[in-house]
């Protein structure tokens, strides 16, 4: 597309109200000018662009046609809601998105009226809209429901407990399926635009309560509504939806606002129950550089409007991601019953890299981390060692089958935590913040964490020859420390830590991420004569025992840092210390750990810093804890 100068309608448009009174060709010539804003505004902030720019004529419709915010408007994953923030009255900060103090990068209920329900992990919505629905129909109101869904979304188990419900239910709301990627019906055509609008209409409607009035006396009523079913799902695609209990409409061109505003209209109108509205859209609409991309700019760095290269970062050590899809390749090569498993996450979790080499050996099972984790423990019951690649924040939807499926059973799945800790701009609901407290937790699971990625290496190895019960080992996003990687890696002593510094009367003990960060924290209190100990944990789970009551026993103070929750690390600690006694000679701990609140997004170091767990603040805690030193140098030094 040309990016238009000058954005004179959307300039006039404060609210969705603004929209009310537009032609459609006014609305034709908004949807431009909203593509050109939400491009740009992406190009200096990076995000998730390609979902937004497929839903532009979509949100535009549905903000015409509904009156939201009393109408409930509810966005699934929200990577798509950056046009609809624009036309709520977000515009004037839409170029602080996903930035220190600015707007979110998915919907959020604090942030406007106009988000009705929080979103950023996928399959939530219908669920919510059915909620919505109800307190609706028990308060009497009689406001519209609509919840957009992605295809893929579509995946997660969740999304069919809910139509399941909603189905048998019977209130009113409308689902609209964005489906943006794969054809799960016939191509979109003039033929099934005129056929949507046909069966979405008042006379349509009208004509077939009539004949299922007529056709209920004369005991033709199951013939005639399997009749018709399958006549609009052979043309249209919708008989799954309407043994689900849905009315199904559609396909239809999720772009051509000609089609989309007056089928809309009329799911308006639908007074039924549950409707399904099948969009087809094109993820990156309308900007060449994104629709001529394999991933359709899903996620961008800032990049030029006019070329669409992306800021390259600066080269320097590979990342996490990369490092540990690389160990497990050479493992795989050694040993064929290693195998891979992501849920949607191939190029993220780096086992795209691991298909490469082993197509038959990796499995994607889309948005559905409970078939992930229990898939993953059959594997191991019968034999084989699998990998299975989650992020932190996500392996909390498969919580269930991690207790029940593995842990209870004792099967040896290994789980490959990406994201642990901090995320930076996806903000908390991408944090990894609560792995170490809800994994440790189960007996018999050995939980590990990798201070840099020489570690991660010696970790995979670890974490295959560990044959008798679950593991996991956690690992930040981002780039590693510049180590060399360890040619041969080696399995580590399980439950054994390791001493990176020797001093006499503070001792930090890390584990994770945090290493380096408590070894500045360590020069820093050397600086004014405080002698340090740091130590790296390593295992959250079982724990070095035997270090902890050294580091007790020869220090007068303790510290325990970590990037997790409070009820984490350093409560695992805790417990041991209170019931092996080595807390009643007066030892002085202090547990370093995420605040108990979700922190917004912002610079990860940034968060760190107002976390508490970046050097000065662990030196600070040593000091305070201690009761003798020197903050001023210490912010000297900081500084420094």
Known sequence: ?????????????????????????????????????????VSVTGGHLGAGLGVVELTLAIHSVFDTPDDKLIFDVGHQCYPHKILTGRRDRIRSLRQGGGLSGFTKR????????????????????????????????DNKVVCVIGDGAMSAGMAYEAMNNAGSDLSNMLVILNDNDMSIAPPVGAMSHYLSKLVSSR?????RKFAKSIAKPIGLEAQARKAEEYLR????????FEELGFYYVGPIDGHDLDVLVPVLENCKAMQTGPVLLHVVTQKGKGYEPAENSADKYHGVAKFDVV?????KSKSGPPAYTK???????????????????????????????????????????????????????????????????????FLQRGYDQVVHDVAIQRLPVRFAIDRAGLVGADGPTHAGSFDIGYLGALPGFVCMAAADEAELVHMVRTAVEIDDRPSAFRYPRGAGIGLDLPATPTALEIGKGRVMREGSTIAILSLGARLQESMKAAEMLAAQGLSCTVADARFAKPLDEDLINRLAREHEVLLTVEEGARGGFGAFVLHHLADSGALDGGLKVRTLHLPDIFQDQDKPELMYAAAGLDARSIAARAIEALGRGDMQEIDRLARA
């Open 203 to 207: 006379s349509y409607r009208g004509l």
């Open 110 to 141: 604090d942030e406007s009226e106009y988000d009705p329900f929080g979103a950023a992990h996928a399959s939530t919505s219908i669920s919510a809209g059915l909620g919505f629905a109800k307190a609706r129909d028990l308060m009497e109101k």
């Open 233 to 240: 799902g052979f043309a249209m695609g919708g008989t799954m």
């Open 307 to 311: 070329t669409g290269e992306q800021q």
């Open 323 to 393: 490092v540990f899809a690389k160990a497990l390749i050479e493992e795989a090569r050694k040993d064929d019953r290693i195998v891979g498993i992501t849920a949607a996450m191939p190029g993220g979790t780096g086992m795209d890299l691991f298909e490469q080499e082993f197509p038959e050996r990796m499995f994607d099972v889309g948005i559905a981390e409970q078939h992930a984790v229990t898939f993953a423990a059959g594997l191991a019951a019968d034999g084989m060692r699998p990998f299975a690649a989650i992020y932190s924040t």
């Open 1 to 41: 597309m040309s990016l238009p100068a000058k954005t004179r309608l959307l300039d006039a448009i404060n609210s969705p109200a603004d929209l009310k009174s537009r032609s459609r060709e006014e609305l034709k010539q908004l949807a431009d000018e909203l593509r050109s804003e939400v491009i740009d505004a």
